[in-house]
C-alpha cells in the first residue's frame, strides 16, 4: 500500500458526460501528480500540483483539468468525454519539489471506461 | 529531448531463470534520476528504485540488481532466479532535475514467468 488514495476505483460513463477522480496523496507529501495510461500512449504525465498550485504541464487535454485543495487531495476533473479518453488514471504523490530527487508514490488508479 | 526507450515488448522465460530487462535513455541534462516501475497484474505502479545521474554504482536488492552506464545511456533490471510471482510489465522512467518534475515512462517490458 502506497499510502495514496484515489477514488472511485472504476468509473463507467457514457461520451459527453464529464467525471471527477479524486486523490488524496500521502501524509506529508505536498506533490500530485496525474498520468494517464492507456495501451496507445502508455503511461503519459498530465499535470502536476505543489501545495495548490499548478507546477507543471504535460499532455493534458484543454477538456481536462486539475485542482489541488487546501487539505491537499486533488481532483481531476474530465468533460465532454471521449471513447478515447477510457483509460487508467493514476494520481502519485511525492514530498516535494526536486526534479526526481524524492520518488513518486502512485496510488492504485481509477479505470475509466466511456461508453 | 528526454525520451526512454525499452526496446522488449514482452519476454518469456521460465521460472528459475535470470531475466534482464533493457533501458536506454535519452537526456541533454547532466543531472536526473532513473526510475524502475513494476505493474502487476493488480494494475498498481510499484516503485522499485530511484538512480540519480551521478551515482554509477550498480544496486542489488535481493534477487533484483540494477546496471547504469552513463557511457551507453543505459539502466537494465536484472532478476535473478525469477518467480512466477515476478510476472508484471517493467517501466523504466526518467525525470530531468532542472526541469519540472514529471516523469519520462518507457512503453514498458510486461514480463511472462512460466512455472
Known amino acids: 500500500d502506497s499510502g495514496v488514495t484515489q477514488t472511485p476505483k472504476h468509473l463507467i460513463t457514457a461520451t459527453g458526460q464529464r467525471v471527477t477522480l479524486r486523490c488524496s496523496p500521502r501524509?506529508?507529501?505536498?506533490?500530485v501528480y496525474w498520468y494517464q495510461q492507456s495501451l496507445d500512449q502508455g503511461l503519459q504525465f498530465l499535470i502536476q500540483y505543489y501545495n495548490g498550485e499548478e507546477r507543471a504541464k504535460g499532455n493534458i487535454l484543454e477538456r481536462f483539468s486539475a485542482q489541488q485543495f487546501p487539505d491537499l487531495h486533488s481532483e481531476l476533473n474530465l468533460s465532454s468525454l471521449e471513447l478515447g479518453d477510457s483509460a487508467l488514471y493514476f494520481c502519485?504523490?511525492?514530498?516535494?519539489?526536486?526534479?526526481?530527487?524524492?520518488?513518486?508514490?502512485f496510488g492504485p488508479g481509477t479505470r475509466l471506461t466511456v461508453t | 529531448a528526454q525520451k526512454v526507450t525499452q526496446a522488449q515488448t514482452e519476454i518469456s522465460v521460465v521460472e528459475k531463470e535470470d531475466v534482464t530487462l533493457d533501458c536506454v535513455y535519452e537526456t541533454r541534462d547532466t543531472t536526473y534520476y532513473l526510475f524502475w516501475y513494476k505493474q502487476p497484474p493488480s494494475g498498481e505502479l510499484v516503485f522499485l528504485i530511484r538512480?540519480?545521474?551521478?551515482?554509477?554504482q550498480n544496486e542489488i536488492s535481493g534477487r533484483y540488481s540494477w546496471n547504469f552506464q552513463k557511457s551507453t545511456s543505459s539502466f537494465n533490471f536484472t532478476i535473478t532466479a525469477s518467480q512466477v510471482v515476478d510476472s508484471a510489465v517493467y517501466f523504466c522512467?526518467?525525470?530531468?532535475?532542472?526541469?519540472?518534475?514529471?516523469?519520462?515512462f518507457g512503453k514498458g517490458t510486461r514480463l511472462h514467468i512460466l512455472p
Open positions: 522512467a526518467l525525470s530531468e532535475a532542472n526541469r519540472d518534475d514529471k516523469i519520462i
Open positions: 538512480r540519480n545521474s551521478f551515482d554509477e
Open positions: 502519485a504523490s511525492s514530498k516535494g519539489l526536486a526534479g526526481g530527487r524524492y520518488e513518486q508514490y
Open positions: 501524509s506529508g507529501d505536498l506533490s
